[in-house]
């Protein structure tokens, strides 16, 4: 069983920075893959970022250039790096583990954690 973890939300204003973390707790071999989705009020939960075991990495366009995923498979953990936050970014933040390949789709990934909540003020 795979347990996923996410800490470092918060309320930053616009041109701020966050460091997401998400933890796994269970097996490894399930979370080749991982990703971060955002979930706006009233809207889709879409995809922000995906990263492979061997670090290759995925991003939604809205976020290229600003945003940079990472992991360490020593420790069983992801980050997400968010740089010159937006209003837009405003979300409820997901880690996603899945099996091995690299995928922006929702139905790709099989765990999930609870969310961290991201608030950018303008």
């Known amino acids: 069983q795979v347990q996923l973890v996410e800490s470092g939300g918060g309320l930053v204003q616009a041109g701020d920075s966050l460091r997401l973390s998400c933890g796994n707790s269970?097996?490894?071999?399930?979370?080749?893959?991982m990703a971060w989705f955002r979930q706006a009020p009233g809207k889709e939960r879409e995809f922000v970022a995906g990263?492979?075991?061997?670090?290759?990495?995925l991003y939604a366009d809205s976020v290229k250039g600003r945003f940079a995923i990472s992991r360490d498979n020593s420790k069983n953990m992801v980050y997400l790096q968010m740089n010159n936050l937006e209003p837009e970014d405003t979300a409820i933040y997901y880690c996603?583990?899945?099996?091995?390949?690299?995928?922006?789709?929702?139905?790709?990934?099989?765990?999930w954690g609870h969310g961290t909540q991201v608030t950018v003020s303008s």
């Open positions: 269970g097996r490894t071999a399930s979370s080749d893959t």
């Open positions: 996603a583990a899945g099996p091995s390949g690299l995928s922006s789709a929702r139905y790709f990934y099989n765990y």
């Open positions: 990263i492979s075991r061997n670090e290759r990495t």
